[in-house]
């Protein structure tokens, strides 16, 4: 009877199928006493078990379990103890107890296994913004708006920052709270009639629109109010860089804005999305980037170089130019610096801060170094062969002096061509030491062992942390030109760069300062005590082709 009420109960089939074989198989054995029967009654109630695991309810489960074991027991006793055989169909009733309880089909796999994406992408599903016009509801009201008004208004695209961490170490839905409440405080900033309303999937008028993602967009009228969309983003940037409270935890999001004015007929709305998105991915480092045409030049520009390095014959295309640096003292050469100029087909001679990006992006920048490393080895070895000991200076882009590969094939390069330590100096950015972990100083430790000596570049160019620079193992630190080019004015930069000076002379570290174009500049470095000076005073960038002969020069002229 207990198997008959769980057949009415259940609704698996496949389960029905094994309480009906078992109770059957039950029966047979209380009538019989045949031994096989047992062994199929164990084989049943094993694929019943596993069915069972294959559900969602668990007291189903123990019920299952429970009369798996009370078999194993009671068949065990029947054959230690002789004890009936019948009460093994005992199992068979607590198995169909079981039955009184509706299993639950499990899950598709799809939906067992959530990946977890970052924020970024366009196709962002965030429930909390379905509330906010979409990019089609926004391109609907602009168009019927411009029917009706003059095209003097401006479209700002807004864009989030600094959610791959909350979504990583905090979890995804409390990203999409976050991005909720900073669409909130946007919100909140945009309720001024100039603002262009649009309809929202739930009906309402709203101010703010989500293009996905973590972008976000609205359009101002400016007939009123010349400059009230560059009010509006300074707005929205002091609310939304206040802090959130999110999950317990105190989180900052960085706010970045875009705008493009629509004074242009010719502007379709995909434009105005297009030139906002090309004004923020080409200057990641702005806060507030207007929209110039001068961008859509560079991208088309730089979209050119790029097809055009993918076929960079290096040795008939990539030249190297030379620069002395000159000692303060005495006004003899310390080293050639050896810049990388492209001899461009169309734009002609492009130095290497025009086109770096490009080599980055092209993926090029491990190739471009090696190449240059081993024409400055070359240049050593001619130098070497003339008599004149000089080290020579090349430039790396940064990341991949690194790597295990480009330290042994600088070894390697230094070997061939015979070299002495000390005849080739690799200058680097200084951000890139800024940021080293154990393995990037054990890789400089390594350059360093087999006879490169460092020089850092840049300093005063970018953010530094001054807590580090006494522990940078270098031979030469070079001070950029922005520091002492306004040298009239500038008390600071004395007492910085002198500090900095005598900091470093106790590491045995030499300070260049670049950029040196006049005599006053030149007696101003040196009242600072620096080693030795670069620029346009001594020297203009020259052909390596010429670099023999411009050396024997340079030294008749300055034998004293």
Do not use: W
């Given at each position: 009877m207990a198997m008959i009420c769980a057949l009415c109960v259940t609704h698996n089939p496949i389960l029905r199928l094994s309480l009906v074989v078992n109770g059957v198989l039950g029966l047979a054995i209380l009538s019989l006493g045949l031994p096989w029967l047992v062994i199929l009654l164990a084989l049943s109630l094993c694929f019943h078990l596993w069915q069972a695991f294959r559900t969602t309810n668990w007291l189903a489960i123990i019920l299952s379990v429970a009369s798996a074991i009370l078999f194993a027991v009671l068949y065990s006793a029947h054959l230690l103890l002789d004890i009936a055989l019948y009460w093994l169909v005992f199992s068979v009733v607590i198995l169909?107890?079981?039955?009184?309880?509706?299993?639950?089909?499990?899950?598709?796999?799809?939906?067992?296994?959530?990946e977890v994406e970052p924020l970024y992408h366009d196709e962002l599903d965030a429930t909390p913004l379905t509330g906010l016009p979409d990019r089609n509801a926004l391109r609907n009201s602009f168009v019927a708006w411009t029917e009706e008004h003059s095209a003097n208004c401006a479209l700002v695209m807004i864009r989030l920052?600094?959610?791959?961490?909350?979504?990583?170490?905090?979890?995804?839905?409390?990203?999409?709270?976050?991005?909720?409440?900073?669409?909130?405080?946007?919100?909140?900033?945009?309720?001024?009639?100039?603002?262009?309303?649009?309809?929202?999937?739930?009906g309402s008028a709203e101010k703010l629109a989500h293009l996905g993602g973590l972008n976000f967009a609205f359009i101002c009228s400016l007939e009123e109010q010349k400059h009230l969309h560059e009010q509006?983003?300074?707005?929205?940037?002091?609310?939304?860089?206040?802090?959130?409270?999110?999950?317990?935890?105190?989180?900052?999001?960085?706010?970045?804005?875009?705008?493009?004015?629509?004074d242009e007929p010719d502007y379709s709305f995909e434009n105005?999305?297009?030139?906002?998105?090309?004004?923020?991915?080409?200057?990641?480092?702005?806060?507030?980037?207007?929209?110039?045409?001068?961008?859509?030049?560079?991208?088309?520009?730089?979209?050119?170089?790029l097809r055009e390095l993918a076929h960079l014959d290096f040795a008939s295309e990539l030249e190297l130019y030379f620069q002395p640096v000159i000692r303060n003292s005495d006004e003899q050469i310390e080293f050639l610096e050896l810049l990388l100029r492209w001899q461009h087909?169309?734009?002609?001679?492009?130095?290497?801060?025009?086109?770096?990006?490009?080599?980055?992006?092209?993926?090029?920048?491990y190739p471009v170094a090696a190449y240059v490393i081993e024409r400055a080895a070359e240049l050593a070895m001619a130098l070497r062969m003339e008599g004149i000991e000089l080290p020579l200076s090349i430039n790396v882009f940064g990341p991949e002096m690194l790597h295990e590969e480009f330290i042994e094939f600088v070894d390697r390069i230094m070997a061939e061509h015979r070299l002495e330590p000390g005849d080739l100096i690799i200058e680097c950015p200084?951000?890139?030491?800024?940021?080293?972990d154990e393995q990037g100083k054990a890789m400089v430790a390594r350059l360093s062992s087999i006879g490169i000596k460092l020089c850092i570049d840049g300093f005063g160019d970018t953010p530094i942390w001054l807590a580090k620079l006494p522990n940078l193992n270098v031979e030469y630190i070079k001070v950029a030109a922005s520091l002492t080019a306004d040298f009239a004015h500038q008390s600071q930069v004395r007492s910085l760069v002198s500090g900095m000076v005598d900091m470093h002379s106790q590491n045995n570290a030499k300070v260049i300062c670049e950029g040196v174009e006049t005599i006053e500049q030149l007696k101003f470095v040196k009242s600072l005590n620096t080693y030795a000076a670069q620029?346009?005073?001594f020297n203009y960038p020259l052909s390596s082709v010429g670099m023999m002969s411009w050396l024997k020069q340079w030294r008749l002229e300055h034998q004293g």
């Open positions: 169909s107890i079981s039955g009184f309880f509706n299993y639950e089909e499990p899950e598709d796999e799809e939906l067992v296994e959530v920052e600094g959610f791959n961490d909350v979504n990583q170490h905090i979890g995804r839905d409390f990203g999409d709270l976050l991005l909720a409440q900073s669409a909130t405080r946007i919100k909140q900033q945009l309720n001024v009639n100039a603002v262009l309303s649009v309809a929202s999937n739930t509006l983003i300074s707005q929205i940037r002091q609310v939304t860089l206040k802090p959130f409270n999110v999950a317990n935890c105190t989180i900052e999001v960085k706010v970045r804005a875009s705008y493009v004015n629509c105005l999305i297009s030139f906002a998105n090309l004004a923020l991915d080409s200057n990641p480092e702005r806060a507030i980037v207007p929209y110039h045409p001068q961008m859509m030049i560079e991208q088309l520009e730089q979209q050119a170089r087909p169309k734009q002609g001679i492009l130095s290497a801060n025009k086109f770096i990006d490009d080599i980055r992006v092209a993926g090029l920048s200084l951000d890139l030491f800024m940021n080293l620029g346009y005073y």
